[in-house]
């Protein structure tokens, strides 16, 4: 059966031009292509109450570890070069929950952009609750 994971990222961006500059490039790669994940990520570009244009991956009990995975990943590295090559701001949340109790993982990414990653930290993050059932 293999170890399984509930993970969510998320990346937000300054603007909606930006980010669909960005999911331009991303959708071009050829693991992206290949899992045809685009249509896993939910896009957000509403910018409701003043919040910015942002996508979300949410996967319950996915192999984490498999290569297709690494797709969603992939985001990472396209913000980060948008980031370097022309200024974009950005930030990326990534929250994984694994089978064991002590298995929360939790990286951030973000540009120069405090509030971008306020606003995922605001809004994707593990929560730890007591489950009763008597």
């Excluded at 942002?54 to 969603?72: H, I």
């Excluded at 992939?74 to 298995?103: P, Q, S």
């Excluded at 990286?107 to 809004?123: A, K, V």
Aim: charge should be negative; include cysteine.
């Amino acid at each position: 059966m293999g170890y399984r994971s509930n993970v969510a990222i998320a990346v937000a961006f300054r603007t909606r031009e930006q980010m669909e500059e960005v999911l331009a490039v991303y959708r071009m790669h050829p693991k992206v292509q290949e899992h045809n994940v685009m249509d896993q990520w939910k896009i957000n570009t509403d910018m409701i109450d003043g919040d910015p244009p942002y996508m979300l991956f949410q996967g319950n009990d996915v192999k984490w570890y498999y290569e297709d995975m690494r797709a969603f990943e992939h985001i990472l590295v396209v913000c980060n070069n948008f980031a370097d090559e022309r200024g974009f701001d950005y930030a990326y949340r990534l929250v994984r929950i694994g089978e064991t109790e002590d298995d929360i993982f939790v990286d951030d990414s973000y540009g120069d952009s405090y509030e971008l990653m306020d606003f995922l930290q605001d809004n994707l993050y593990p929560v730890r609750r007591i489950n009763c059932d008597l």
